[in-house]
């Protein structure tokens, strides 16, 4: 069984938490415009003919020799402390006042964690595109050029979901690369994949495409937008955040992860398409945080398993299998049981097509769906909301203050609270990446009813609490199979 892996270099660290302390550098100047390229593949045989129309070998160094000096290494900082938070029951009411992130040494934690990977430059501004992953939790990013300059480097900000991240260098006139269209890309056509790995800069490796819209698990969260570009160009640790191009140098993909046995290349790697790269940069670089439009439905891909089980008429799609309250799919009539098998005239295979179409769209943008039920098409005009029901923009502060936590929140039901004994309560559903699990032993379920002695009742009354905090906070709850009360520290 293949395992599949990120291509972060020495160390794996944790979830963003840099977001918060960088400003972006528009200077209130027109919103950044990323380049697109209408690129085609430049060759799609093994061999080119000559003046004479004799057969030559694939050349691929004018592809190589643009994009090298647009491809960067990336070295990524953790100052650890060496010292953890842990819960505790006891902590005496006159003395949580001097509460603070670090209750106990953890020798193993001493020293700073290093890791190393490679972006691509994509702006004359400096801006540069790496994965989420190379950049978790680091305090300091050093990017170097392929000239050998380096230039330290301010986050502008992630996005877990696509495992993205923005970057930039107080340099500009850079060479940097276009972003091609990503749905013109052909299973067969060749790619280079160019990187950092094993820190041995400016790597270019040869591939072809060997798949599109593939979805691995490799975010591992229940909102990650997966559809990959699978490719056998050879990549390895330290090629993540690097480079996939046609043969005429445009910007095809960010190569993020490798199935592998072994950590190392065994013949497949994928990347993020560029279609989903310029959405996420944009959406960083001109409003501070990525603005998601979601259909409202849980899917499945259609099987023939699946097909057979619920007397499917279509043997390939996304089967809804749910449908979120308020929601614009639900809104217009589409039903559990459905199989979308179109949106916008493209056609939907898998949950892969689905997902990364929409996840390059924004909260009230209008897609069109075909959906097959009972053997009948029907057609539907669905706008897009935001996770909230609305289609209203999300704003900056609400969304990085939570990534950093690595937390999603939400109300506690009137039983539950009524079984508790409480009056009011967040729950914490979901745990990733992010100060929480960096500093505390807090599990999910865990139900927050006081920050800093501050009553919570909503999600939105921990954001307001912590907004403007600085300095160490004690988070005061209980777990729903009981125990008692829960005190747990950490820094903001």
């Known amino acids: 069984m293949r395992k599949f892996g990120s291509l972060f270099g020495a160390a794996v660290m944790g979830s963003a938490l840099t977001i918060g302390s960088f400003q972006l550098l528009t200077d209130n100047k027109e919103p950044l415009k990323i380049e697109h390229v209408d690129s085609t593949p430049a060759v799609q045989t093994s061999y080119n003919a000559d003046d004479s129309g004799r057969a030559v070998p694939l050349d691929f160094t004018a592809a190589a020799e643009k994009v090298m000096d647009a491809v960067v290494h990336i070295r990524s900082t953790q100052n650890t402390s060496g010292y953890t938070s842990q819960p505790n029951q006891q902590i005496p009411e006159q003395f949580r006042d001097f509460f603070g992130p670090f209750l106990r040494q953890n020798p193993q934690n001493y020293g700073p964690r290093v890791g190393s990977g490679s972006g691509v430059i994509i702006s004359n501004q400096g801006h540069i595109v790496t994965n989420n992953h190379v950049i978790d939790q680091a305090d300091d990013v050093e990017v170097t050029l392929h000239d050998n300059r380096s230039f330290k480097a301010r986050v502008l ?4 979901t696509t495992d993205l991240a923005v970057l930039q ?14 749905d ?8 280079l994949a160019v990187g950092n790995p094993f ?3 400016s790597t270019v490796t040869a591939g072809i495409i060997s798949a599109k819209a593939r979805n691995i698990g490799i975010i591992g969260d229940s909102t990650s937008i997966e559809s990959f570009i699978q490719t056998d160009a050879a990549v390895n640790p330290g090629n993540s955040g690097g480079a996939l191009v046609n043969l005429n140098g445009d910007l095809v993909g960010i190569n993020t992860a490798i199935a592998s046995p072994t950590g190392a ?5 994928f990347a993020v398409p560029s279609n989903i790269v310029n959405k996420v940069v944009e959406d960083i670089i001109t409003y501070g945080v990525v603005q998601r439009g979601w259909l409202g439905v849980t899917i499945q891909s259609v099987t023939s398993g699946l097909a057979r089980e619920n007397d499917l008429t279509v043997n390939a799609g996304a089967y809804v299998a749910g449908l979120a309250d308020n929601s614009g799919a639900k809104d217009v009539g589409v039903e559990v049981g459905d199989v979308i098998v179109e949106i916008d005239g493209r056609t939907v295979s898998n949950t892969a097509n689905l997902i990364g179409y929409v996840g390059s769209k924004r909260p009230g943008d209008k897609v069109s769906l075909k959906v097959n039920r009972s053997g009948k098409e029907l057609d539907y005009d669905v706008m897009l909301k935001n996770r909230d029901g609305n289609t209203e923009f999300v704003k900056k502060e609400k969304t990085e203050l939570l990534t950093s936590l690595g937390a999603d ?12 004994g409480l009056d009011a309560g967040v729950e914490v559903k979901a745990l990733r990446p992010g100060k929480i699990r960096r500093y505390t032993d807090m599990r999910e379920g865990f139900i927050i009813t006081k920050i800093d002695g501050k009553k ?4 939105k009354d921990v954001v307001e609490i912590l907004e403007n905090k600085e300095g160490g906070v004690l988070i005061e709850g209980v777990y729903a199979n009981g125990g008692g009360t829960y005190y747990y520290g950490l820094g903001v």
């Open 199 to 201: 820190n041995l800069n």
């Open 265 to 269: 290349y065994s013949g497949y790697s």
């Open 169 to 182: 260098i107080e340099q500009e006139g850079l060479p940097y690369l276009g972003l091609t269209n990503s």
């Open 157 to 160: 900000g992630t996005d877990p």
């Open 456 to 459: 919570v009742k909503t999600a």
């Open 409 to 420: 929140l939400a109300e506690v039901d009137g039983k539950t609270l009524k079984r508790l």
């Open 184 to 191: 013109n890309a052909k299973v067969g056509e060749w790619v």
